[in-house]
């Protein structure tokens, strides 16, 4: 066996590992899910029938059409406006020479490694006192301010990528900044975009702990906040029917990443390559 041969062999072979290990939950989930109802199972087993009344109970039961909407309405405010903003402050920190720009952007980077749970407490109160608990605000604000740091950098770093001759061409032309953004660089930077979409999109669903703090009312509840009341009400309590309710609750993101993925892992490389 010569040594290419021998390389290709590993490779395949963690290859393999791998996908066994992160493909082991979901279908061990998935599974639990389809068994029937009642039934104790312990560990990895393939269900005896296919049970998808399951799924059906977990939705009119947990009531989790309007967990999804709710999910639905914050992730579309969270992603629309953190883009929005952060493709402005990106290209402002890396095309414009502006005084003190490159201090702000080092300031700005403390919200990478600030961990919003320290000050969640306080966002609490802040939200109470302007009477925006209980609302869809509660959940949006907070979530763009604690995504802006890192888009800003996921951003900045594409536009970084992108060679200067463009917009040098572009302005000898007579183009403005507004018209070389939004004409030349955006356009560039769909990849990177569409992968910070997914990154978003993922996170901003899967908050747990900023919607159990500030939303009490059961009609505000989210997807994964409704999931968890679903799982601990001893009146749902059969472990397939809560093992479907959280499929129905994963499911919006999977089908996301499915239809983006070639985009998603194009733009996790976005700036690998520079002028």
């Known amino acids: 066996m010569n040594y290419k041969n021998r390389e290709k062999i590993i490779a395949h072979s963690i290859f393999l590992l791998g996908s066994i290990i992160v493909l082991y939950p979901f279908f061990s989930i998935l599974f639990l899910a389809l068994s029937e109802p009642g039934k104790r ?4 087993t ?7 009344d399951n799924f059906i109970k977990a939705w009119t039961d947990g009531g989790f059409s309007n967990g999804l909407f709710n999910s639905f309405v914050v992730v579309i405010g969270v992603v629309s406006i953190t883009i929005f903003c952060s493709t402005l402050a990106a290209y402002a920190f890396e095309k414009l020479d502006i005084f003190g720009i490159t201090p702000l952007f080092a300031l ?33 604000l907070p979530q763009i301010g604690l995504s802006i740091p890192f888009s800003i950098f996921w951003l900045r770093a594409s536009f970084k990528s992108i060679p200067i001759s463009l917009s040098e061409a572009a302005m000898i032309e007579g183009a403005g900044r507004l018209t070389i953004l939004t004409k030349i660089l955006i356009p560039q930077m769909i990849p990177a975009i569409l992968t910070l979409t997914v990154l978003l999109f993922m996170w901003t669903w899967n908050e747990f702990l900023l919607a159990l703090i500030m939303i009490q009312d059961a009609d505000m509840r989210t997807a994964p906040l409704a999931l968890s009341y ?3 009400n001893k009146r749902y309590g059969d472990p397939a029917i809560t093992a479907a309710a959280a499929i129905w609750v994963a499911l919006p993101v999977l089908i996301m990443y499915i239809f983006l993925q070639r985009r998603f892992i194009s733009g996790m490389v976005t700036g690998a390559v520079k002028e």
């Open 108 to 140: 700005l980077l403390i919200g990478l490694v600030l961990p919003y749970e320290s000050i969640v407490i306080s966002l609490y109160y802040t939200m109470k006192a302007y009477n925006l608990t209980n609302t869809y605000w509660a959940l949006i």
């Open 46 to 52: 393939v269900p005896s029938g296919i049970y998808f």
């Open 230 to 232: 679903f799982a601990g």
């Open 41 to 44: 199972i312990s560990g990895f």
